[in-house]
């Protein structure tokens, strides 16, 4: 089961305010000071209510298009904390239904019911009870999509298929009768260039991606081409994981005020994510064999690395390094909206302490700073490069990105 919040930021405005109800809404990814016109102009549109995108707003328009697209839209700054206490709410419910509860982001979770729903008439029947329950928990502003499915992709799929407040469902033997009704661009992990590398291949609908060779496939998009492949299927084998399983990963992610194509503001960016990913990774205990990094463009397209390490690191100064040699490689200068770290194959921290004196004095700073930060919180140091670089709040990510 995959459960999509509908125009979820926008939706919790609405029913936080009941002047804001029936009405054309834009929330913004990022807080800013209402008496402030030009902060709110350099701002994007985090979600649309549904009013709003029934007259042309969409996600990551800048405000002022927006206004000069709708005048009478109403811009709502973001609240990241208010919509965290809401996400909390949902997704407890979930748990009442199921302990498999993957959360993939703010606003959308997927469910392994299959034990507990024992077939696909169970699996509705607990998806309307999950609806009841939402209106009860969240208000009856907050509504959500539902999709039923073998696996995820198709969960999803579903789920997308029919909004807003929508309730599909697709069993084993209806899946390809329902992708061959579907665009490419539908399935999550098919974007416009990938689209348009397929379109090249004279491939344009889902029926002709899976009469494709498949060896065709892997030569033209490498170990990408594989899962095209099996998408055409309606084939995923990735299972629901528990939130309550062990962490395998941390990362943070920021979208610039602006696209930027200076390496040096993306350097420092960079830097500063590095360091919140290694005070996390330090304060839980973790160090990581692996580090990701990815950008994000202004047409929502992406490019992203990864390289693991010889030794598992909790260095924000390693993380960074690491992390940007790998940008360095593939980056060819377009602008970039979103940059964003992480780090993997996380093991616990062994204290080990370093041989040389240097790095004595280095481990005992970070220490000594991280005892700093528990204590009064992560704005109570910086390094010096990064006196000028500032994260505003954000209503497109994690709770935890608030407290830092």
Request: net charge neutral; glycine share 8%; with cysteine.
């Amino acid at each position: 089961m995959h459960i999509d919040m509908n125009s979820y930021f926008a939706s919790v405005e609405q029913q936080a305010n009941p002047f804001l109800r029936g009405k054309a809404i834009g929330v913004t990814g990022k807080r800013f000071d209402t008496n402030r016109e030009n902060e709110a102009q350099r701002s994007i549109i985090a979600t649309a209510s549904r009013e709003a995108k029934m007259q042309g707003i969409k996600t990551g328009m800048g405000t002022a298009e927006a206004k000069r697209l709708l005048p009478s839209l109403i811009i709502v700054p973001g609240d990241p904390e208010k919509y965290s206490e809401i996400t909390h709410r949902f997704v407890t419910m979930f748990h009442e239904f199921t302990s498999t509860v993957q959360q993939t982001s703010v606003d959308e979770c997927y469910l392994d019911v299959t034990h507990e729903a024992k077939d696909y008439f169970g699996a509705t029947m607990m998806a309307q009870a999950i609806r009841e329950q939402l209106r009860e928990v969240c208000g009856e502003a907050i509504t959500a999509s539902i999709g039923i499915g073998p696996n995820k992709l198709i969960a999803k799929l579903a789920s997308e298929s029919h909004k807003p407040n929508g309730l599909t469902v697709v069993p084993p033997q209806k899946v390809m009768g329902f992708t061959n009704k579907l665009q490419l661009r539908d399935f999550c992990g098919i974007g416009w260039r990938t689209e348009r590398h397929l379109a090249n291949l004279g491939v344009t609908t889902v029926e002709g991606l899976r009469n494709y060779p498949v060896d065709g496939l892997t030569r033209e998009f490498k170990s990408w081409g594989l899962w095209l492949h099996e998408a055409a299927y309606g084939r995923d084998n990735t299972p629901v994981i528990a939130d309550d399983e062990p962490q395998k990963s941390m990362g943070h992610s920021y979208t610039l005020p602006k696209d930027v194509d200076d390496p040096e503001t993306l350097k420092r960016t960079l830097l500063g994510l590095a360091d919140k990913v290694a005070w996390r990774l330090r304060r839980d205990g973790f160090a990581a064999g692996q580090v990701s990094v990815y950008f994000h463009f202004a047409d929502l397209s992406g490019n992203g690395q990864q390289q693991r390490f010889q030794e598992p690191t909790a260095d924000g100064l390693t993380l960074f390094r690491t992390a940007w040699s790998l940008i360095e490689r593939w980056w060819d200068g377009t602008p970039v909206r979103l940059i964003g770290i992480t780090a993997g194959m996380l093991s616990k921290k062994v204290d080990q302490q370093p041989l040389f004196k240097k790095e004595q004095k280095l481990l005992s700073v970070i220490d000594a700073l991280d005892r700093v930060q528990s204590r009064f919180g992560s704005k109570s140091w910086t390094r010096a490069s990064l006196v000028d670089v500032e994260f505003k709040a954000r209503s497109s990510g994690w709770h935890y990105d608030h407290e830092l």
